[in-house]
């Protein structure tokens, strides 16, 4: 087994066909939050992924998880990590995905640049490790929160126009929904620490 | 070049001095509630009265004169209005009197500066945790970006009600951090992550609702390593994305060694660096007001009131 990626939670190995995330222990915390955590975090993958790979979106298909709990195998899909080969010209389609993802009742809970794959013309969404079920426009508006910081702070030069096109895709796809997501999404900016221009 | 910072965001009433980037003196004085949290008047007050005193003494500590002084910093915020102003108008006597430049300083800012100094680490994370704020700081394109912070209450704002209902009087950051070591049992506390971004208020909530059904040892313990594990999760998170391999970790709860620990081992498990920070230039202080201002020094700068809402990433970073 081959490791492509390691992220902030995870070792991506490349298995053949497969791709396997492992969720390794993390010494820092202790084992009564580390295990359930890592584990739980797999489950939920694996259940939006097989939400969404059946309703015909673009994730990688889950295949299975390993006995102990903190391996996931899913298909391979041959892209490369988006924050790489950044473009804004990929931010309507990504704007449609997520849309298409929170009508399902999934809020991906983690939605970055780095957790997005370019392959060809095509965008998936990857690391639901975050997800969970819900239907509640306060939910959905999170999502777009997290993914506006996201932009913000990893592609800075090119946030305005990218967060737009993003929306538009978006707004496109939820249709009259998006009103009240739109209102949460101000918010919950509200809420946040520090605002000096609103 | 003499510059002298001053502090006064919060609790901390804080005089630095330095030259020529190097800190000569560093006084402080923290106002301590008699009962519950910080009452603003209150800690402006103390500032007032103890300001010209640790001036002094810095001054004393430095030895140098005010006259010497070339330039005059201050901490413009984030943080309390009354507070701010304490530090604002002290300085605009000062260097009004001695007809010198003043330099507004970001809070936020000044502690991820001092750090890089003291610390020797060019571009590290930066874990910033205090009472009111909670913050994982990363340095991107010219500007000082909050990758990920707390969407409600800061760690020590959670950490001092908690152990207000549990008697501890304020900081109560020390004692829980005792009680922690004695603690045995984990009790199962939420665990909030939102991408990168941290929530508080849910576990605030849970944890005042056991409070008598447990030993105060095991809540403490529980405590800390549940809002900790998650304060390292956002950390990590931080350096990987932003592809950063050094950690530092500012702020009052700075001083908590469990925390510092975490860090050590988050950062030698992805072959990271970790510096742990002194507790004199963890916490708020002046010297990290007059460093950063020394760097700020041929800033131009039109609006020098004081900004309770100032943004990290509202300060343009030309001198990096």
Same mark, same amino acid.
């Given at each position: 087994?081959?490791?492509?990626?390691?992220?902030?939670?995870?070792?991506?190995?490349?298995?053949?066909?497969?791709?396997v995330k492992y969720r390794e222990e993390k010494k820092y915390r202790v084992p009564e939050i580390d295990l359930p955590l890592r584990k739980g975090r797999t489950k939920r993958e694996f259940t939006a992924l097989s939400t969404c790979s059946r309703a015909g979106l673009k994730v990688p298909k889950p295949i299975k998880i390993s006995s102990e709990g903190d391996k996931l195998?899913?298909?391979?899909?041959?892209?490369?990590?988006?924050?790489?080969? +950044? $473009?804004?010209?990929?931010?309507?389609?990504?704007?449609? !995905?997520?849309?298409?993802? #929170?009508? %399902?009742?999934?809020? *991906?809970?983690?939605?970055?640049?780095?957790?997005?794959?370019?392959?060809?013309?095509?965008?998936?969404?990857?690391?639901?490790?975050?997800?969970? +079920? $819900?239907?509640?426009?306060?939910?959905?508006?999170?999502? !777009?929160?997290?993914?506006? #910081?996201? %932009?913000?702070?990893? *592609?800075?030069?090119?946030?305005?126009?990218?967060?737009?096109?993003?929306?538009?895709?978006?707004?496109?796809?939820?249709?009259k929904e998006f009103k009240g997501i739109e209102t949460h999404l101000k918010d919950i900016e509200r809420r946040g620490r520090y605002h000096e221009n609103g | 070049m003499y510059v002298l910072g001053i502090e006064s965001t919060a609790?901390?009433?804080?005089?630095?001095?330095?030259?020529?980037?190097?800190?000569?003196?560093?006084?402080?004085?923290?106002?301590?509630?008699?009962?519950?949290?910080?009452?603003?008047?209150?800690?402006?007050?103390?500032?007032?009265?103890?300001?010209?005193?640790?001036?002094?003494?810095?001054?004393?500590?430095?030895?140098?004169?005010?006259?010497?002084?070339?330039?005059?910093?201050?901490?413009?915020?984030?943080?309390?209005?009354?507070?701010?102003?304490?530090?604002?108008?002290?300085t605009k006597f000062l260097a009004d009197k001695y007809d010198k430049k003043i330099i507004g300083v970001n809070h936020c800012v000044a502690h991820i500066e001092i750090a890089r100094k003291v610390t020797g680490l060019n571009d590290p994370v930066m874990l910033y945790v205090s009472g009111g704020n909670t913050q994982v700081v990363t340095y991107e394109n010219g500007r000082y970006v909050v990758f990920g912070e707390t969407q409600d209450i800061g760690i020590g704002n959670l950490l001092d009600k908690t152990g207000r209902r549990l008697g501890i009087p304020f900081p109560a950051g020390p004692k829980i951090e005792e009680l922690a070591k004695q603690g045995k049992n984990y009790i199962k506390l939420p665990y909030v992550i939102k991408g990168m971004d941290v929530s508080f208020s849910g576990i605030e909530t849970f944890v005042s609702q056991i409070i008598g059904k447990h030993k105060m040892e095991d809540i403490c313990f529980s405590l800390q390593e549940t809002v900790f594990a998650m304060l390292m999760e956002a950390s990590e998170r931080a350096m990987a994305y932003c592809k950063k391999d050094s950690l530092i970790i500012a702020g009052g709860v700075a001083a908590n060694t469990r925390l510092n620990k975490m860090g050590k081992i988050m950062c030698d498990e992805r072959n990271a660096r970790f510096e742990f920070m002194k507790k004199e230039y963890a916490g708020?202080?002046?010297?990290?007001?007059?460093?950063?201002?020394?760097?700020?020094?041929?800033?131009?700068?039109?609006d020098l009131s004081p900004r309770p809402d100032f943004r990290t990433d509202a300060v343009e970073i030309k001198y990096r």
């Amino acid at each position: 087994m081959k490791v492509i990626a390691r992220g902030a939670e995870a070792i991506v190995y490349e298995n053949g066909d497969e791709i396997v995330k492992y969720r390794e222990e993390k010494k820092y915390r202790v084992p009564e939050i580390d295990l359930p955590l890592r584990k739980g975090r797999t489950k939920r993958e694996f259940t939006a992924l097989s939400t969404c790979s059946r309703a015909g979106l673009k994730v990688p298909k889950p295949i299975k998880i390993s006995s102990e709990g903190d391996k996931l195998h899913m298909e391979k899909i041959d892209g490369k990590q988006f924050d790489y080969v +950044f $473009s804004v010209d990929k931010m309507k389609d990504i704007g449609i !995905l997520l849309a298409s993802i #929170n009508e %399902l009742g999934i809020v *991906h809970g983690d939605l970055t640049t780095a957790n997005i794959l370019a392959k060809g013309e095509e965008i998936y969404f990857i690391d639901f490790g975050l997800s969970y +079920f $819900s239907k509640k426009d306060e939910d959905h508006a999170t999502d !777009l929160f997290l993914f506006k #910081n996201a %932009l913000k702070a990893r *592609h800075p030069n090119e946030f305005k126009k990218a967060y737009r096109l993003f929306i538009e895709g978006y707004e496109k796809t939820m249709g009259k929904e998006f009103k009240g997501i739109e209102t949460h999404l101000k918010d919950i900016e509200r809420r946040g620490r520090y605002h000096e221009n609103g | 070049m003499y510059v002298l910072g001053i502090e006064s965001t919060a609790h901390t009433f804080g005089v630095g001095i330095i030259k020529d980037g190097e800190v000569l003196a560093n006084e402080r004085d923290i106002y301590r509630p008699k009962a519950g949290g910080i009452i603003p008047g209150e800690a402006a007050l103390h500032h007032y009265e103890l300001g010209p005193i640790i001036l002094k003494r810095a001054l004393d500590k430095a030895k140098v004169s005010l006259s010497q002084i070339d330039l005059f910093a201050f901490s413009q915020g984030p943080g309390l209005l009354p507070c701010l102003k304490v530090g604002y108008q002290m300085t605009k006597f000062l260097a009004d009197k001695y007809d010198k430049k003043i330099i507004g300083v970001n809070h936020c800012v000044a502690h991820i500066e001092i750090a890089r100094k003291v610390t020797g680490l060019n571009d590290p994370v930066m874990l910033y945790v205090s009472g009111g704020n909670t913050q994982v700081v990363t340095y991107e394109n010219g500007r000082y970006v909050v990758f990920g912070e707390t969407q409600d209450i800061g760690i020590g704002n959670l950490l001092d009600k908690t152990g207000r209902r549990l008697g501890i009087p304020f900081p109560a950051g020390p004692k829980i951090e005792e009680l922690a070591k004695q603690g045995k049992n984990y009790i199962k506390l939420p665990y909030v992550i939102k991408g990168m971004d941290v929530s508080f208020s849910g576990i605030e909530t849970f944890v005042s609702q056991i409070i008598g059904k447990h030993k105060m040892e095991d809540i403490c313990f529980s405590l800390q390593e549940t809002v900790f594990a998650m304060l390292m999760e956002a950390s990590e998170r931080a350096m990987a994305y932003c592809k950063k391999d050094s950690l530092i970790i500012a702020g009052g709860v700075a001083a908590n060694t469990r925390l510092n620990k975490m860090g050590k081992i988050m950062c030698d498990e992805r072959n990271a660096r970790f510096e742990f920070m002194k507790k004199e230039y963890a916490g708020d202080n002046g010297a990290m007001i007059a460093f950063t201002g020394y760097l700020m020094r041929d800033y131009v700068q039109d609006d020098l009131s004081p900004r309770p809402d100032f943004r990290t990433d509202a300060v343009e970073i030309k001198y990096r």
